[in-house]
Each structure stands twice: as structure tokens, then as C-alpha cells.
């Protein structure tokens, strides 16, 4: 709504207030509700002086989630599933309607759901599994590109991880969002705001409505990490969760254990 002429322009950046990410190599700062000229009052007082004493700061796991959120909002609009990719992300579409009493438009929004959140985690887990192992990937991966990524995937397949990465999107995806999926996820640097991303990325990133026919719920760690404590006693006992989903309940229960066996072995 701002005229285009210099002097609208320069009134505008004064007044208007902005939401900034700032990425100053490991200085990130997400800014809301300041107009620029606090923005770059900020990056003189606070910022430069971080990068001077190589303070390291990262985006919060809230600004994280609330970005994929609408990234994945975004693939499922406009992803491309014929019936055998449908087919193929839900593994067998009788059963998951049988088991959801889904109709077919229903599962439609499921399996673009799934499809959207497979590409996510595909690419997250890459981008986590880089940064413990870089040379797992010769040469750049930007500008990213579907061969770039498929020559990728097939690295990690190589070592395993075939429960993430067996399903093949990619062919869904149209470039556009590819690229920024990726480059969403590349300079967010997730590895930085790692713990629990998986259980929290899949809870909080499903719509609604579709959480509610999958009957998905989250298990937040700090509930899992009390039942942990009530439940184990010793760090030999054995932990049983057939329904763990991300694992969250099992990463407490290990914790717990791992605690326990350094206390007996004193």
C-alpha cells in the first residue's frame, strides 16, 4: 500500500513496524513489532557486540515450528499426488480407511498431510545427520535441485534409515517448493533446537482436523520424563511402548535408565 516514490519509501522503513530474522552466522534474533531503524539500532548495540565476543545465539524451537507450520501448510495446497503416490505414502489406503473411518476426500487430506511432513522429515533428518557427519555429502547441495536431493537420500540409504527415507516424494514436490523447504530448513539450523524437533515437528505441524481422524497425540516431555521416574525403578528393567510414535516416552525411559546405571555403578 506504500506509494512507490522514494520519499513514501523512506517514511515507510521510519514508521512501519516489521518482523526481522536476523541471521549474522551464529546470531540469530527473531525482532517483532520494531520499526527498522530499531532493527538496525539493535544490530549495533546487541548484535555486533555478540559477534565479537562469539556469543552464540539461536532461533527459538517456537519461531522453528511456527515457520515449518506454514511451510507444510504451503506443500499441501499445492502438492501433487496421483493415486499411486497416494497410494504408495499411506502404504494401504483400505486399511488406513478402515482404521480412521476416513471417506475418500479424507484421506486424500491425510496422505498430502503425510506426503508434505515425509519431504520435512527427509530433509530434516539430512540436514541433522550433515552436521554430525559432513562428509557424508560430496560437494554443495545448493542450489538444491530434485537430483541433488535423490543422490542425497540414496547416500543416507546407503547406511540405513530406510523408515524415513524409502518413501519416495519427491516426484510430488513441485521445484518452487522444494528449494524452499530446503532452504527454510538448511538456514533455520534445527540441529540447534534439536530436542524432542521430531515428536514436536509431527504434533504441532498436523492440521487439526487431520490429528483428529489419526486420533495423534503428542507426548510432551516433561510428562514422559515424570512417568519415566515413577515407572523405573532399576536400569536393567525393560521398557515396552508399542504405541511410541516419535519416541518421546522411550527417550525419557532411556535417560532414566542411563541415570540409574551410573548411580548403581558408583
Same mark, same amino acid.
Given at each position: 500500500?506504500?506509494? =512507490?516514490?522514494?520519499? /513514501? ?11 526481522? @530474522? %536476523? ?60 493415486e499411486k503416490a497416494l497410494l504408495h505414502v499411506i ?9 480412521? *473411518? ?8 491425510? /496422505? ?10 527427509? !530433509? @530434516? ?11 557424508? %555429502? ?7 535441485? *530434485? ?19 524409502? !518413501? ?6 513441485? &521445484?518452487?517448493?522444494?528449494? &524452499? ?13 534439536? *530436542?524432542?524437533? =521430531?515428536?514436536?515437528?509431527? *504434533?504441532?505441524?498436523? =492440521? ?7 486420533? /495423534?497425540?503428542?507426548?510432551? =516431555? ?9 515407572? %523405573? ?34
Amino acid at each position: 500500500r506504500v506509494q =512507490p516514490t522514494e520519499q /513514501a519509501i523512506r517514511s515507510s522503513i521510519r514508521s512501519e513496524i516489521s518482523t526481522v @530474522l %536476523i541471521d549474522a552466522g551464529e546470531v540469530k534474533e527473531e525482532l517483532r513489532e520494531r520499526p527498522f531503524p530499531g532493527v538496525i539500532d539493535f544490530l549495533k548495540t546487541v548484535v555486533f557486540r555478540r559477534l565479537e565476543k562469539r556469543e552464540k545465539t539461536y532461533y527459538s524451537m517456537s519461531l522453528v515450528i511456527s515457520l515449518l507450520q506454514e511451510q507444510v501448510s504451503d506443500l499441501m495446497r499445492d502438492i501433487n499426488l496421483e493415486e499411486k503416490a497416494l497410494l504408495h505414502v499411506i502404504t494401504d489406503k483400505k486399511l488406513l480407511m478402515d482404521l480412521g *473411518h476416513l471417506d475418500p476426500k479424507q484421506l486424500e487430506n491425510v /496422505a498430502r498431510f503425510l506426503a508434505s511432513y515425509i519431504l520435512l522429515s527427509q !530433509i @530434516l533428518f539430512l540436514r541433522l545427520l550433515v552436521s554430525a557427519r559432513p562428509d557424508l %555429502i560430496t560437494g554443495s547441495l545448493t542450489p538444491i535441485t *530434485h537430483h541433488k536431493l535423490r543422490n542425497a537420500f540414496a547416500k543416507v540409504l546407503e547406511i540405513n534409515y530406510r523408515p524415513i527415507f524409502s !518413501i519416495d516424494v519427491l516426484d510430488s514436490i513441485a &521445484d518452487d517448493f522444494l528449494k &524452499d523447504t530446503f532452504t527454510l530448513i538448511w538456514g533455520l539450523e534445527v540441529e540447534r533446537v534439536r *530436542h524432542d524437533l =521430531p515428536g514436536r515437528i509431527f *504434533h504441532e505441524l498436523m =492440521p487439526t482436523e487431520i490429528r483428529k481422524m489419526m486420533a /495423534a497425540f503428542y507426548t510432551r =516431555p516433561q510428562a514422559a520424563d515424570i512417568l519415566a521416574n515413577l515407572t %523405573i525403578e532399576r536400569s536393567g528393567e525393560t521398557v515396552f511402548d508399542p504405541a511410541c510414535g516419535s519416541g518421546t516416552i522411550l527417550v525419557s525411559a532411556y535417560k532414566r535408565k542411563r541415570t540409574l546405571f551410573y548411580v548403581e555403578h558408583k
